[in-house]
C-alpha cells in the first residue's frame, strides 16, 4: 500500500517569509509519480507540478521550488518570499504505475497555509 | 475551453434518496476519477477508470457506484445516501496512467 504524509497540518508565516511544506511517501514500487496541488480558498485544486520517480532534479518555477529526495522519500515544496495569495491548502500526493493500467492516486492529508501581513 | 464539469455544485439531500452527480470532460481523456474530501483526511479516490466500461475502486468505494458508458462522462451514484457521505466530491480526469490530474469544480453534498 502506498501512502503520503503530511505532518504540518497548518503553517502561518509572515510575508516575505520563505516556507517549506514537508511531504514524506511511502510505497514499494521503483515507478511512481509525486504531485503538488494547491487549494485556495476558492475550493478548486490547483496543479503545480509532477515529478517521477527516476527524475530527482530540484526544480524552480519563480518563487516555488521542490527539492525530491528519493534517499529519504521526500517531495518537499518551498515558497521564497510568501506572498498572501499564496494562503491555501497544499496537497502531495503519489501515483503507482501498476502493470493492471490502473491509475491510484494518493493524497496526503493537506497543509494548510497562512501568510500574514 | 478545456475542462471537467461536474453538477450540481451544491445538494442538500435525505437520507435514503438516490442521487447522481454528473461528470463531463471535453478533453478526450482516458482516465477519470472520483474523489472525496473531508476535513483532516485530504482527498480519498472513490473510483476509477481507464477507459470505456472499464472501471476499479479506490480506497473508498463503499456506498458508491459509477458507471463510463462514453469517455467524456463518469456520473457518480449513490443508491441510498447516508450522512456519511456528506462530503466535497471532486471529479478528474487525466490523459495518461500517473498523468496530470484535471479536477471539476467540485460538488458539495449535505445528506441529512
Known amino acids: 500500500a502506498q501512502k503520503v504524509t503530511q505532518a504540518q497540518t497548518e503553517i502561518s508565516v509572515v510575508e516575505k517569509e520563505d516556507v517549506t511544506l514537508d511531504c514524506v511517501y511511502e510505497?514499494?514500487?521503483?515507478?511512481?509519480?509525486l504531485f503538488w496541488y494547491k487549494q485556495p480558498p476558492s475550493g478548486e485544486l490547483v496543479f503545480l507540478i509532477r515529478?517521477?520517480?527516476?527524475d530527482e532534479q530540484n526544480e524552480i518555477s519563480g518563487r516555488y521550488s521542490w527539492n525530491f529526495q528519493k534517499s529519504t522519500s521526500s517531495f518537499n515544496f518551498t515558497i521564497t518570499a510568501s506572498q498572501v495569495v499564496d494562503s491555501a491548502v497544499y496537497f502531495c500526493?503519489?501515483?503507482?504505475?501498476?502493470w493492471g493500467g490502473g491509475n491510484k492516486l494518493t493524497f496526503g492529508t493537506g497543509t494548510q497555509l497562512k501568510v500574514e501581513l | 475551453e478545456a475542462q471537467v464539469t461536474q453538477n450540481p455544485r451544491y445538494l442538500i439531500t435525505v437520507t435514503g434518496k438516490k442521487l447522481t452527480v454528473t461528470c463531463s470532460q471535453n478533453?478526450?481523456?482516458?482516465?477519470m476519477s472520483w474523489y472525496r474530501q473531508d476535513p483532516g483526511l485530504g482527498l480519498r479516490q472513490i473510483y476509477y477508470?481507464?477507459?470505456?466500461?472499464?472501471?476499479d475502486k479506490g480506497d473508498v468505494p463503499e456506498g458508491y457506484k459509477v458507471s463510463r458508458k462514453e469517455k467524456r462522462n463518469f456520473p457518480l451514484i449513490l443508491e441510498s445516501p447516508s450522512p456519511n457521505q456528506t462530503s466535497l466530491y471532486f471529479c478528474?480526469?487525466?490523459?495518461?496512467?500517473?498523468?496530470?490530474?484535471?479536477f471539476g469544480q467540485g460538488t458539495r453534498l449535505t445528506v441529512v
Open positions: 478528474a480526469s487525466s490523459p495518461e496512467q500517473g498523468g496530470r490530474a484535471f
Open positions: 478533453m478526450n481523456h482516458e482516465y
Open positions: 477508470s481507464m477507459n470505456v466500461e472499464v472501471t
Open positions: 510505497t514499494r514500487d521503483t515507478t511512481y509519480y
Open positions: 515529478r517521477n520517480s527516476f
Open positions: 500526493a503519489l501515483t503507482r504505475l501498476d
